[in-house]
């Protein structure tokens, strides 16, 4: 019998041009791999796997070589690759969640490697020249294995690098030759000016350990997790009968095409926004405009201050109210004067500044019609809190079995806890208690759990304890770290699903660091601090916007600290209406004819958001580039799935030109829209989406340092 059913197998593996989920056939040693827009043939012979041919539709040109690997890694310190000798076990189909469609290719290590399986997906997506990847490692060699420096994709480019440029540092910095990338590259281009063409290179790989380099040997390109010899070096162990699954990468060629941002902006946008699962694209209810009460208050809270400033963000036209740190104590900080850092840890409301609980402080606030958030650090906790001294074995440990703090070197009162142990339980339950007894609907969830955004010392990073239970050392720490982490905002939106995480960028581990892999977990990202008056601050939003929302989503660009309080701060709001619109500010300082226009302001938004669903969308427009003094500077939020119109936003920053003509992208051709004034509605043209992509309508404002913002509405009738 058992023979009978190997002779099955073995039959159904050679049945040649077996069909797979539309996008995928295969025969004995092929995979082919095409949508209609992009093609991948795949070869499994004499041991080996490699890609022997990647193109677009309608293009010659072969964007891999024969000589490529199709993935390495270092198996128990021994390298490992596609041409390490592999028998091929089956190809299945395979597809996701969001419409993504393939193939697995199953395969066997043979001699040094036997009792290692490999399976290779490959997922190509409706209408985008688009291929993602992943790799899942089995092990079945008996014994412990060790994973280090992981290349998901290994590709042999079809085009030199001596005419060619790397758009890097989110697509948006250019760089001649060899370049090894990090965390702040979750899209590379590489664009070849001879050929006319290029490759996205996208890794969805997490915050530190994220690698993706180009002509490191001769025209390679490599997407995946940091080597072993890098700053902080990815590792992973899997006991035997246990298998792991590497993050995704994915790549997208383009060709006749001199600019790569246009390609971010069309075929990137469109598959990130459709098929990648981030979580602001996934939820049906977005926030539109939020006050938090960092600046100026920080932690010198009360209720009656709460209540006070949700009086007035309410008549502003606010939606979201939250408050930050500094609203509970630990057991032992009660009743002294400590810092807000050194109350973490226990979260226990703190009852001088709150008799009476958080409740009618949230009660409040839902009362003028908008929901309430809190601040809580994901991973930190005080040495005066009880959960500090009750579970010594969850605090992150050096080499020396020390407890540290990964979030700065000053503060001997704060010590990090491991994500790699059963905290996640606990901080998990802090949150989950909120959500059920005060009704709460955001977090903020601050400061380090694996890296700091403010130490050098890359040895100041992961944990080092031998004895917690998800990590043998701090190289695996690393992961395990990102993944729990993961797990734990996933369990938090499985138990409260309409709770909205903004992750700052100092949990993600790096200045201003935003990723794929954080987004497919987190709403938000509280992005960076920027409190410079106008119109040096909103220049700064509108740069930081611009660098890396090529990459990722504007509205999840949570970018503090700009106030309502602010003599300019109708100006700055324009600026933060590209990225998600937070503010701050001692709201009780608003004289009444400001409260009155901010919530002209505030109305006009939620409308836009109503009318339009703008936030899933933000573009460059042509003839604008990166926001520089003395120049000019827009963008458009175009809804280009529905293209009935959205918002564009123009600047004058400091420029000796008093007028500019706006080109805008991404409408029906043949349709008539109207041009209208923000937000006063006031009509100032009439043009067919042809019209306003070819000739576009003039903007003039006679200040040097002045913002307009448009409305563009498709006429129906």
Request: charged share 25%; hydrophobic share 35%; glycine share 6%.
């Given at each position: 019998m058992r023979n009978n059913i190997l002779l099955f197998l073995g039959l159904l593996l050679f049945v040649p041009a077996v069909e797979a989920q539309d996008f995928a056939k295969w025969t004995s040693n092929t995979l082919s791999l095409s949508n209609g827009l992009i093609e991948r043939e795949i070869l499994i012979e004499k041991g080996s796997i490699q890609t022997i041919r990647l193109k677009i539709t309608g293009s010659d040109l072969n964007f891999n070589s024969v000589e490529s690997k199709e993935f390495s890694l270092s198996v128990n310190g021994k390298n490992c690759d596609g041409q390490s000798g592999w028998s091929l076990n089956s190809i299945i189909p395979a597809s996701d969640t969001r419409r993504g469609k393939g193939a697995t290719v199953k395969l066997k290590g043979t001699k040094e490697f036997a009792g290692i399986e490999v399976d290779i997906t490959y997922l190509l997506y409706p209408d985008l020249p688009v291929i993602r990847k992943q790799i899942t490692i089995s092990?079945?060699?008996?014994?412990?294995?060790?994973?280090?420096?992981?290349?998901?994709?290994?590709?042999?480019?079809?085009?030199?690098?001596?005419?060619?440029?790397?758009?890097?540092?989110?697509?948006?910095?250019?760089?001649?030759?060899?370049?090894?990338?990090?965390?702040?590259?979750?899209?590379?281009?590489?664009?070849?000016?001879?050929?006319?063409?290029?490759?996205?290179?996208?890794?969805?790989?997490?915050?530190?350990?994220?690698?993706?380099?180009?002509?490191?040997?001769?025209?390679?390109?490599?997407?995946?997790?940091?080597?072993?010899?890098?700053?902080?070096?990815?590792?992973?162990?899997?006991?035997?009968?246990?298998?792991?699954?590497?993050?995704?990468?994915?790549?997208?060629?383009?060709?006749?095409?001199?600019?790569?941002?246009?390609?971010?902006?069309?075929?990137?946008?469109?598959?990130?926004?459709?098929?990648?699962?981030?979580?602001?694209?996934?939820?049906?209810k977005r926030p539109s405009v939020m006050y938090n009460n960092y600046i100026p208050f920080t932690n010198r809270?009360?209720?009656?201050?709460?209540?006070?400033?949700?009086?007035?963000?309410?008549?502003?036209?606010?939606?979201?109210?939250?408050?930050?740190?500094?609203?509970?104590?630990?057991?032992?900080?009660?009743?002294k004067n400590v810092s807000w850092i050194e109350s973490t840890g226990d979260y226990l409301v703190d009852k001088t500044k709150f008799p009476d609980g958080l409740k009618p402080v949230f009660d409040e606030i839902r009362k003028g019609g908008m929901e309430p958030g809190v601040w809580f650090s994901v991973g930190s906790a005080a040495s005066t809190s009880k959960v500090y001294k009750d579970h010594p074995e969850w605090l992150v440990r050096n080499e020396k079995g020390e407890a540290v703090n990964l979030h700065s070197l000053g503060n001997v009162d704060l010590k990090t806890m491991c994500i790699g142990t059963e905290w996640?339980?606990?901080?998990?339950?802090?949150?989950?208690?909120?959500?059920?007894?005060?009704?709460?609907?955001?977090?903020?969830?601050?400061l380090t759990v694996a890296t700091s955004a403010y130490v050098t010392d890359f040895?100041?990073?992961?944990?080092?304890?031998?004895?917690?239970?998800y990590h043998k050392d701090r190289e695996e720490s690393l992961i395990v770290i990102y993944e729990r982490l993961f797990e734990?905002?996933?369990?938090?939106?499985?138990?409260?699903?309409?709770?909205?995480?903004?992750?700052?960028?100092?949990t993600e581990g790096k200045l201003q660091l935003i990723d794929y892999a954080f987004c497919k977990h987190a709403e938000g990202n509280w992005l960076t601090n920027i409190a410079e008056p106008f119109p040096v601050g909103a220049f700064r939003i509108r740069n930081l916007t611009w660098w890396k929302s090529p990459a990722l989503p504007a509205s999840s660009f949570i970018i503090g600290n700009l106030c309502m309080d602010s003599p300019e701060f109708i100006q700055e709001l324009k600026t933060l209406i590209g990225s998600f619109p937070i503010m701050l500010g001692d709201l009780r300082k608003i004289p009444e004819e400001r409260k009155a226009e901010i919530r002209q302001w505030n109305n006009w938004i939620t409308a836009m958001q109503k009318r339009y669903d703008y936030d899933l969308y933000r573009q460059d427009l042509p003839s604008f580039g990166e926001p520089a003094e003395g120049a000019w500077d827009a963008w458009s939020r175009i809804n280009t799935d529905t293209k009935e119109g959205g918002i564009v936003g123009v600047f004058r920053q400091g420029s000796l030109d008093d007028q500019r003509m706006v080109s805008v992208p991404g409408l029906e051709k043949n349709r008539l829209y109207r041009v209208k004034n923000a937000p006063s509605g006031e009509e100032i043209s009439k043009m067919t989406g042809k019209e306003l992509e070819e000739n576009g309508f003039s903007v003039k404002m006679m200040k040097k340092y002045d913002s307009m913002l448009y409305e563009i509405e498709l006429i129906t009738q």
């Open positions: 092990n079945f060699s008996g014994k412990e294995v060790m994973l280090e420096s992981f290349d998901i994709e290994k590709l042999q480019l079809g085009f030199s690098y001596i005419e060619s440029v790397s758009y890097t540092n989110y697509g948006r910095q250019k760089h001649l030759s060899t370049y090894v990338g990090d965390w702040d590259d979750p899209v590379i281009a590489v664009h070849s000016y001879s050929q006319n063409a290029g490759i996205l290179l996208g890794n969805e790989s997490p915050g530190v350990l994220k690698r993706t380099a180009y002509n490191t040997v001769f025209n390679n390109a490599e997407i995946g997790l940091t080597h072993s010899d890098e700053k902080y070096p990815f590792r992973k162990y899997i006991k035997n009968n246990e298998k792991w699954a590497s993050p995704q990468v994915f790549v997208i060629p383009y060709a006749n095409s001199s600019d790569p941002w246009k390609i971010m902006n069309t075929s990137l946008a469109d598959f990130v926004r459709r098929h990648m699962g981030l979580r602001i694209n996934e939820i049906k809270i009360s209720d009656t201050l709460l209540i006070s400033l949700a009086k007035v963000a309410s008549e502003c036209g606010i939606k979201q109210f939250e408050i930050d740190c500094g609203w509970y104590n630990t057991q032992g900080s009660m009743g996640t339980g606990f901080i998990k339950k802090k949150i989950l208690d909120m959500v059920s007894e005060v009704g709460l609907r955001f977090v903020k969830l601050d040895n100041h990073s992961g944990c080092s304890a031998k004895d917690h239970p734990l905002f996933d369990e938090l939106h499985a138990e409260a699903p309409d709770l909205y995480i903004d992750c700052t960028f100092e």
